[in-house]
């Protein structure tokens, strides 16, 4: 069901991982395990596992049969990619909807998103490592509920990420950047030289409907 028609098959990733060895490069396999879940809830099949029926942004955190579902999707990558040494196991931007299940509404009221978040991390993180591979985990969310970050296996790898970059200007520092198509018109004058010599051409449109 999860299958996309044009998706990679097992050989096709084993040849990908050799090709890229070759070359050292590692492969690090990465897999959506919480949140940005359309394209596990955008199915039927899957869509008991959501935080809010009907939505199809983020897996209930405290519904036993995601970890399951999860794990199992895990199993199979993790088979593929049987030498590496770290799984990119998400957990960016969640608790975006203003909303919860009955369940994990009663953390959100008393404050404990952290612990909410680090229960279901923990046992993912404990279970890769269990693996023999460390976790990746997106730094965003431990960095707005940090309370409970104790909890999660120390061996785990935080991915810092922002979609603002800044640059040396008269009175300081000055944003420039504030992420993947969100240039304004008009602030061109804002980007770095050394940047726009590198990417200018594709900060304008080439079919006219957004300028820059």
Same mark, same amino acid.
């Given at each position: 069901?999860?299958?996309?028609?044009?998706?990679?098959?097992?050989?096709?990733?084993?040849?990908?991982?050799?090709?890229?060895?070759?070359?050292?490069?590692?492969?690090?396999?990465?897999?959506?395990?919480?949140?940005?879940?359309?394209?596990?809830?955008?199915?039927?099949?899957?869509?008991?596992?959501?935080?809010?029926?009907?939505?199809?942004?983020?897996?209930?955190?405290?519904?036993?049969?995601?970890?399951?579902?999860?794990?199992?999707?895990?199993?199979?990558?993790?088979?593929?990619?049987?030498?590496?040494?770290?799984?990119?196991?998400?957990?960016?931007?969640? =608790? #975006?909807? $203003? /909303?919860?299940?009955?369940?994990?509404?009663? !953390? @959100?009221?008393?404050?404990?998103?952290? *612990?909410?978040? +680090?229960?279901?991390?923990?046992?993912?993180?404990?279970?890769?490592?269990?693996?023999?591979?460390?976790?990746?985990?997106?730094?965003?969310?431990?960095?707005?509920?940090?309370?409970?970050?104790?909890?999660?296996?120390?061996?785990?790898?935080?991915?810092?990420?922002?979609?603002?970059?800044?640059?040396?200007?008269?009175?300081?520092?000055?944003?420039?950047?504030?992420?993947?198509?969100? =240039? #304004?018109? $008009? /602030?061109?004058?804002?980007?770095?030289?050394? !940047? @726009?010599?590198?990417?200018?051409?594709? *900060?304008?449109? +080439?079919?006219?409907?957004?300028?820059?």
């Amino acid at each position: 069901v999860l299958n996309h028609p044009a998706a990679f098959s097992k050989s096709n990733i084993r040849d990908i991982i050799d090709f890229a060895a070759e070359r050292y490069i590692e492969v690090v396999p990465c897999l959506d395990s919480l949140g940005h879940a359309n394209f596990y809830l955008m199915h039927k099949e899957f869509q008991h596992l959501a935080e809010i029926p009907g939505n199809i942004c983020e897996l209930c955190t405290i519904n036993p049969e995601t970890l399951v579902f999860i794990k199992n999707l895990w199993r199979e990558v993790l088979e593929v990619h049987r030498d590496c040494r770290f799984a990119a196991i998400t957990g960016d931007e969640v =608790f #975006r909807e $203003g /909303e919860f299940c009955p369940a994990c509404n009663k !953390y @959100a009221k008393e404050g404990k998103l952290s *612990l909410l978040y +680090t229960n279901y991390y923990r046992d993912l993180g404990n279970w890769v490592l269990e693996h023999g591979v460390r976790p990746m985990i997106w730094a965003d969310m431990i960095e707005i509920y940090p309370e409970e970050i104790d909890r999660l296996p120390r061996e785990t790898v935080f991915g810092d990420w922002n979609y603002s970059g800044h640059r040396k200007g008269a009175g300081g520092l000055s944003l420039f950047l504030r992420g993947a198509g969100e =240039f #304004r018109q $008009g /602030e061109e004058n804002q980007v770095p030289d050394r !940047y @726009a010599r590198t990417f200018g051409r594709y *900060l304008r449109s +080439t079919d006219g409907t957004v300028p820059f």
